[in-house]
């Protein structure tokens, strides 16, 4: 596992330019939409400002969903059109163990893009750092992991790059919306916001935002996340094929 790893962290770093879109994305959208959108520093009804508990949050998810929905898929699919996967079925190596090894590398990306995304939040707008940090962490490690799971489906079911770019576009956006990206969840109807509770993307930015404000998050966030890695991390592994 030690030496697959290393391999692959290899391999992604030659084509660094290519992770570099899930890190510069977000972080231009954070700083040109928050020097756009008035009220940024204003605090809310809540008595949290825009720029403290909401924008950081949902830049993040958007780093993510872009290295979940697009990266991620995209390296498996091509390892499958040029054979590279075939040749490794005929290895000890498990799909199993690949799966992991590919959720391992982008979970380490997925921190290192956050990190520069609260690091950007906090210079360019003077925002404040998660006030429980420890819940933080825990609540993006369990949500990354569990939209990475994911992702992971998107890699087993789609027969070539193109497929997997499109797929990814197509459950890349709902679940955007579903966040709150457009529509503050807050501002949601009932009918939608009991979707967006179960949707995986919606707990996750939620959990983010009450971790980021003070809060505990809601046990039923937490269970969606833990339920979205389990289910779609056993789809994966049941729906992977070499080729």
Not at 159 to 186: E, H, Q, T
Request: positive net charge.
């Amino acid at each position: 596992m030690k030496k697959m790893l290393l391999v692959e962290a290899k391999l992604y770093l030659r084509e660094w330019p290519f992770l570099m879109f899930p890190v510069v994305l977000p972080l231009a959208l954070l700083v040109v939409l928050g020097l756009s959108i008035p009220g940024m520093n204003e605090a809310g009804a809540d008595g949290q400002r825009y720029v403290d508990a909401q924008w950081p949050s949902l830049m993040a998810l958007l780093a993510l969903l872009t290295l979940v929905c697009n990266v991620l898929p995209a390296v498996l699919t091509t390892y499958r059109e040029q054979g590279v996967l075939r040749r490794m079925s005929t290895t000890p190596v498990s799909p199993t163990r690949l799966l992991v090894v590919q959720l391992v590398i982008n979970l380490v990306i997925a921190v290192a893009a956050t990190a520069i995304l609260i690091g950007g939040a906090m210079l360019a707008f003077g925002a404040a750092a998660p006030r429980q940090w420890v819940t933080f962490v825990l609540v993006f490690l369990l949500g990354t992991a569990a939209l990475m799971a994911m992702g992971l489906v998107i890699a087993a079911l789609a027969p070539n790059g193109k497929a997997a770019s499109g797929i990814g576009s197509v459950v890349m956006f709902p679940l955007m919306f579903v966040a709150g990206m457009w529509l503050p969840r807050d501002a949601m109807p009932d009918a939608l916001r009991t979707v967006s509770d179960f949707s995986v993307a919606g707990p996750f930015a939620q959990a983010l935002k009450d971790a980021w404000a003070g809060h505990a998050p809601q046990p039923l966030h937490l269970i969606v996340l833990a339920a979205g890695l389990v289910v779609f991390g056993g789809l994966a592994a049941r729906l992977f094929r070499w080729e």
